[in-house]
């Protein structure tokens, strides 16, 4: 038999000892707060922001004038360090191309979450439908490498 007995078989002792326990120290130290923002701003380290440097087809003026007229796709062209994700934006749907082609996926992101993904082929190539309007990003993993595209208006 234990001699240090608190008491805790009384429910009243033991909620004492909890508001005692609780009332040390109600604030969370300035340290631990710290500490909880780095973790937070490293939640994505693993994926590459990838940036549309290349290409836009509704930046080229010329094409841009024609395509309006046309009714024809959008052409865009994100890069990264080692990645380039080729995306044509039709009605229809999707066609895109991950460059170096491996074995991966692509997902389709809405500010709504994932909304369709696609396993990428021998080449790299993928296809998914149509996105619906506004803003949308492409999140791919290939060969254990996780890249996410800027947001674009579709």
């Not at 009384?10 to 780095?38: C, I, N, Q, T, W």
């Not at 865009?76 to 994700?85: I, K, R, T, W, Y």
């Amino acid at each position: 038999m234990l001699t240090d007995d608190p008491g805790w078989d009384s429910d009243d002792v033991l909620l004492r000892e909890l508001r005692g326990a609780l009332a040390e120290e109600r604030d969370v130290p300035g340290h631990m707060r710290e500490a909880a923002r780095a973790a937070y701003t490293w939640r994505t380290v693993d994926a590459e922001l990838m940036a549309l440097t290349s290409y836009d087809s509704v930046l080229d003026a010329d094409l841009a004038v024609r395509a309006r007229a046309a009714q024809t796709a959008r052409q865009l062209v994100f890069d990264a360090e080692g990645f380039s994700v080729q995306v044509e934006v039709t009605e229809a749907g999707v066609a895109g191309q991950v460059l170096p082609a491996r074995p991966g996926r692509v997902q389709l992101l809405t500010a709504a979450g994932p909304l369709e993904e696609a396993e990428l082929d021998e080449v790299g190539m993928f296809l998914l439908g149509p996105p619906p309007p506004g803003p949308v990003r492409f999140r791919c993993e290939v060969g254990g490498t996780t890249v996410v595209t800027d947001w674009v208006c579709v």
